[in-house]
């Protein structure tokens, strides 16, 4: 059984910057898609980004449009551990962010994923 632990969500101000990590155990995650969504107050999850990685083509990175630019996922197959640096944070980040894994490639949705992590909860301040 795989577990997801996410750690680094808290309070920061607009325009700040956080660093969520996720760390796995229970299986090598390599070849399975590693990713993050998150949930705001009385809304469905959304996704935020997700990242492969394979021998041929390294690690893929995908964004919802509302992070791009401002967001950078990255992974450590060493350590099976996923990163969701976060920049130029707006109160509308503000919700519970779930680290996730799944098989399929490119965006995600709910049901594509195989393990939820139990969430961090990340708050920007206006």
């Known amino acids: 059984q795989v577990q997801l632990v996410e750690s680094g969500g808290g309070l920061v101000q607009a325009g700040g910057s956080l660093r969520l990590s996720c760390a796995a155990s229970g299986r090598t995650l390599s070849n399975y898609a590693m990713g993050w969504f998150r949930q705001a107050p009385g809304k469905e999850h959304e996704f935020v980004s997700a990242a492969t990685w394979s021998a041929w083509s390294g690690t893929n990175t995908y964004y919802a449009d509302s992070v791009q630019g401002r967001f950078t996922i990255s992974r450590d197959n060493a350590n099976n551990t996923v990163y969701l640096q976060m920049n130029s944070l707006k109160p509308e980040d503000t919700a519970v962010f779930y680290c996730?894994?799944?098989?399929?490639?490119?965006?995600?949705?709910?049901?594509?994923?195989?393990?939820w992590g139990r969430g961090t909860q990340v708050t920007v301040s206006s």
């Open positions: 996730a894994v799944a098989l399929k490639r490119g965006a995600l949705r709910p049901p594509d994923v195989l393990y």
